[in-house]
């Protein structure tokens, strides 16, 4: 499986003694997009994007547009106009490192898929060439609906540039029950990925240090995999009432002593992430959405 999975998703999978599972699991991964995953992306009002800027920082960013935004061209590549990056980091880090993961989730539904590939510049639009593309379960995606605000993406925003979290920052974080991870490969893969649980179940170690646990998942270890290999990392939490978006750059590293993460009923490994940079963002997202259930990391 050599070919499917990195050497750093390899030394996850034999730590966590689940190689053959993951072998099995790792032959959903395709280079295209079948008809479903076309007409799901296709759909989607947003998506969560990573990339690496110029000082090989990692980052998640959420680009909206509303439903019909993400264009396909084949079934190897789509497109979105470059306009929507215009307030975001997203369009800077693409243009030094091409290499982007995407992540198309629907919070009512808890279905979800990811596409890594290399983002192309065309006149006013970006083409995303695919290399991965496969779906994920619905584990652990609290379920919400959407609705449009009144405002544009971006529009109005109020932008925030720090390196340690306010206080007003650490209790969204502490009181979240959705983030966004972005990683990426050694070789400059990046990935996208999707972290839910109860609320509380992201806490801080002290003032610029997160932990947060790891819980059964598609056996495969795509973003562990890449913190084994590659410590830059990014966090994506949303304010699902306001629009306000936190975007945190920094390190992240496995806990794999039990000792570490017992806190956490049902956690199989936990993650430290050390932030090192901060973007908040009023208004960042044009959508607000109501609660409808919740997925609950360890169900009673």
């Keep these: 499986m050599s070919e499917i999975f990195h050497q ?20 959903s991964i395709r280079s295209t997009m079948v008809p479903v995953a076309q007409d799901f992306l296709g759909d989607r009002p947003f998506i969560i994007v990573a990339s690496v800027d110029a000082k090989e920082n990692v980052w998640a960013s959420i680009l909206t547009g509303g ?10 590549s789509l497109e979105f106009e470059a306009g929507l990056m215009a307030e975001d980091i997203l369009g800077d880090n693409l243009r030094s ?5 995407i992540l198309a989730i629907e919070f009512a539904t808890r279905m979800r898929m990811r596409l890594n590939g290399r983002a192309e510049f065309t006149d006013e639009r970006v083409v995303v060439r695919a290399e991965e593309v496969f779906s994920n379960c619905p584990k ?8 449009k605000r009144g405002f544009a993406a971006g529009g109005g925003s109020t932008i925030r540039r720090s390196k340690k979290p306010t206080p007003k920052q650490k209790k969204l974080i502490e009181k979240a029950d959705t983030f966004f991870i972005a990683s990426r490969q050694t070789e400059g893969g990046a990935d996208a990925s999707h972290r839910g649980g109860n609320p ?3 806490r801080f170690l002290d003032e610029s240090t997160l932990i947060f646990p790891d819980y059964s998942g598609n056996m495969m270890f795509q973003t562990l995999g890449n913190i084994e290999q590659n410590p830059h990392g990014g966090l994506l939490f949303i304010d699902f009432k306001t629009g306000t978006t936190l975007q945190l750059s920094g390190k992240a590293g496995i806990i794999w002593d039990e000792k570490l993460f017992s806190q956490f009923s049902g956690a199989e490994r936990a993650v430290q992430f050390e932030i090192e940079k901060i973007i908040e963002r009023k208004k960042g997202v044009p959508f607000s959405w109501e609660f409808l259930s919740y997925s609950p990391a360890n169900p009673e």
């Design 8 to 27: 750093g998703e390899l030394t996850v999978q034999k730590r966590a003694g689940v190689e053959e599972m993951a072998a099995r699991v790792g032959r």
């Design 140 to 147: 652990y995606i609290q379920a919400r609906s959407w609705k």
């Design 97 to 101: 490192n091409p290499k982007i993961g």
């Design 200 to 202: 509380g179940f992201v």
């Design 67 to 76: 439903p019909g935004f993400i264009r396909i061209i084949d079934e190897g």
